[in-house]
Nanobody, 119 residues
Framework: QVQLVESGGGLVQAGGSRRLSCVAS????????MYWYRQKPGNQRELIAS??????TNYAADVKGRFTIDSDFQNTVYLQMDRVRPEDTALYSC??????????????WGQGTQVTVSS
């Protein structure tokens, strides 16, 4: 089994920056694909950034150019948030596809970290 723990959330002023981390622990061969989601109050969870093993990234339109997803491809996924806006306030969660010791791909979710942007 693999556990994911996010950190780095908190209160940040509009225009500022925040770096979120998602650390994986447990038995696996490597991180295969990585995703960051967010859920705003009253809304459904939405995918905002993804990163593949071949370093291909994709971003939702409203974060593109401001947020950056990266990873060491060992156990940590990052989300660098720059020029944040009040509408970025949300619970941020990571999802990671790993290759388990038997060679199977499996997905795991973290519990999330709250980011609140003040105006």
């Amino acid at each position: 089994q693999v556990q994911l723990v996010e950190s780095g959330g908190g209160l940040v002023q509009a225009g500022g920056s925040r770096r979120l981390s998602c650390v994986a622990s447990g038995e696996y061969r490597n991180l295969q694909q990585m995703y960051w989601y967010r859920q705003k109050p009253g809304n459904q969870r939405e995918l905002i950034a993804s990163l593949t093993l071949s370093r291909v990234t994709n971003y939702a339109a409203d974060v593109k150019g401001r947020f950056t997803i990266d990873s060491d491809f060992q156990n940590t996924v990052y989300l660098q948030m720059d020029r944040v806006r009040p509408e970025d306030t949300a619970l941020y969660s990571c999802r990671v596809m790993i290759i388990d010791p038997e060679g199977y791909a499996k997905n795991f979710w973290g519990q999330g970290t709250q980011v609140t942007v003040s105006s």
